[in-house]
């Protein structure tokens, strides 16, 4: 069983920035960040691949960073820019099967999540 634990959420006012981590336990051929805000499906911000192979929404491409540390068995989220509508819970996750790793990837193709982390970020 794969475990993954996020940190780093907050508050902040638009433009600033925040940097989300996850750790976790064995990292697999795909991981990813998610988010979702109430009554809203859950959506994928961004994924990278064991080769370091990085994909994003077209939301956040340009502003938000996918980076993976092996040594430190965690995954972080740098992002910039922050506007009003990045406000959510984030969520970090882990494929298991499968060979694709991209942003169109749907939250059934995830098997491990964390408990999620609330980013607010205020006009």
């Known amino acids: 069983q794969v475990r993954l634990a996020e940190s780093g959420g907050g508050s902040v006012q638009a433009g600033g920035s925040l940097r989300l981590s996850c750790t976790i336990s064995e990292r697999r051929y795909c991981s990813a960040w998610f988010r979702q805000v109430p009554g809203k499906e859950r959506e994928a911000v961004a994924t990278?691949?064991?080769?370091?192979?990085?994909t994003y929404a077209d939301s956040v491409q340009g502003r938000f960073t996918i980076s993976t540390d092996s040594a430190r068995n965690t995954m972080y989220l740098q992002m910039n820019d922050l506007k009003p509508e990045d406000s959510a819970m984030y969520y970090c996750?882990?494929?298991?099967?499968?060979?694709?790793?991209?942003?169109?990837?749907?939250?059934?193709?995830?098997?491990?999540w964390g408990q999620g982390t609330q980013v607010t970020v205020s006009s």
């Open positions: 996750a882990s494929r298991t099967f499968g060979s694709a790793c991209h942003s169109e990837l749907a939250p059934t193709d995830f098997r491990y």
């Open positions: 990278i691949n064991t080769p370091g192979t990085a």
